[in-house]
């Protein structure tokens, strides 16, 4: 229960002191602009709009009240706010920045194949509780990588245990894409040639958070699957190589779609590494097969050859990459702008290799995570 000890009223904001000894400041428009009343009790959206105060709007009379919320009666708009005290505690932004940032991101390297276990969530627990969901949706977000086993393999049937997180994200492939060989493939996917690491769709502006391969049948010869963990490379780069690293994080590289099947010219400039508010990671951008001719500076297109050059040796290295064979009833599951994925070749004439492929929004695996963890707490 938070108490407030002292107020003090300054140029632009009002300072508080609470009774732990914590010291808060808080701004006279993101006061006014989060009175409680400023929102709709149904929509929960902001129905006061900002504009319709001065820039210079400030508490003409404050004070703790009886029902010991903060009262702060404002200089215009004949407006007097009622603040709950737990809720400015929670949404203090003086305290937020005081914390050290935690990244939500386990790393990690070819080792991971040693503990190949602790990524499995058998299908049946995520369809019949929640504990089993919230335990594929950890694994999705901290980890980036998790293979559910033993799940149906009859065709579609993935949408059931993916349904169990949200819809899934639609692209011109359809829903679910085939991996398997066709004559005259529009995607080299669609071959039995060897697949080097890559992610799918880097030319969108926003490319799909998430991808599930639901394997069917995997009796041919060869195709066994890779994934490395593509932050973990970039924070090795972080540390032993900072010029490779900020190249990779700071010019833009070009990607194309090159389906010959479009009647449509999709494509997207993006660092190769993605950073976040906190320089944490975002995303990484990298596939051989769809990174167009580059389009940099030419005083910095060998600084980002050999960057790249670089980037995707490690992305292939034996430190970091771990090979598995995916068994039918898997279906792998990973973050597409993190964990890039690939296989080697396989034989189509010694037996089928039949995967359908699935797509989900990033903001799904986070937000449902977010919602079930408040559900049990
Ligand atoms: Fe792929």
Redesign the pocket.
Known sequence: MAEIKKLEKNNTYLKVLWSDGEESKFNYLWLRDNCPTAHDKDSNHRMFNILNVSKEINPKNYNINKEGKLEIEWSEGNHTSYFDLNWLRENCYTIKNKKKYISPYKLWDSSLKDEFKSICVEHDEIMESNNGLIKWLELLHHTGIAIVKNAPIEEKSGFAVLNRISHTRETFFKTPFEVINIPKPNNS?YTAHA?RN?M?LPWFENPPGYQFLHCLINSADGGESSAVDGFAVAEYLKHNSSEIFNTLTNVYLKFRDKDYTQENHRGFHAPAIGLTKDSDYHDIRFSVATMDALDCHPDIMDKVYKAHHEFGNLLHSDKFQINFRMEPGDIFSFNNRRVL?GRTAFDPNSGHRHLQGYYMDRDEIIGRLNYLKKLKS
């Open positions: 996917a697949l890559h799918d994925h």
